[in-house]
């Protein structure tokens, strides 16, 4: 998931991101924070702008939920945005665009392997989802109809299984800034 994408669809345009920090947390989902320190344009008033920004990305299985909290929000001068996008570089030039169509298609296709990968739930047919265990963060399968049915269908995940799961996840998630 690419954030310079979700500050797009915020109304913001020439993104740069000027420091970034980072933690995972593995909590029964995995849970990404992201701080951010960006400038930018407002797309409606056309005002330079720095941002601090955080986000939050919580990856439910194959779903993922994204959030944020604008944590501060300044106009700068023309001139203090330019002389950041030359010392950053801007991250939604035209590269960027050609970029997006293209992860698009990859995108699409490990998420179809992964979907293809996701066993059924051995009791009622549901596909299950991957969950971690709170106490060593090992991924396992539970059934995906846990919260209406109930049902307590559980599959081990081995291994190997986890090491290409792992690769997937990297694979979908390698263009974040
Ligand atoms: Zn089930």
């Not at 035209?94 to 996701?118: D, G, N, W």
């Not at 739930?121 to 919260?147: I, T, V």
Request: contains cysteine.
């Amino acid at each position: 998931m690419s954030s310079v994408e979700k500050y797009l669809q915020l109304g913001y345009r020439g993104i740069v991101i000027m420091s970034t920090d980072y933690k995972e947390r593995v909590n029964g989902y995995k849970v990404e924070h992201i701080w951010h320190n960006a400038a930018c344009y407002d797309n409606k008033t056309g005002q330079p702008l720095k941002l601090e920004v955080y986000w939050k990305i919580r990856y439910d299985h194959l779903q993922v939920r994204i959030s944020h909290r604008l944590l501060r929000k300044s106009a700068i001068s023309q001139e203090e945005y330019e002389k950041l996008l030359h010392e950053f570089g801007v991250l939604d030039g035209p590269l960027f665009h050609q970029r997006k169509c293209l992860r698009y298609y990859e995108q699409e296709k490990i998420r179809k392997e992964m979907e293809r990968l996701t066993p059924i739930c051995p009791m009622c047919g549901n596909p299950m989802q991957m969950k971690h265990q709170e106490s060593d963060a090992l991924p396992f399968w539970e059934c995906g109809g846990y919260r209406n049915s109930r049902c307590t269908g559980r599959l081990q995940i081995s291994t190997e299984e986890r090491m290409r799961w792992d690769r997937l996840w990297i694979a979908l998630r390698q263009d974040r800034p």
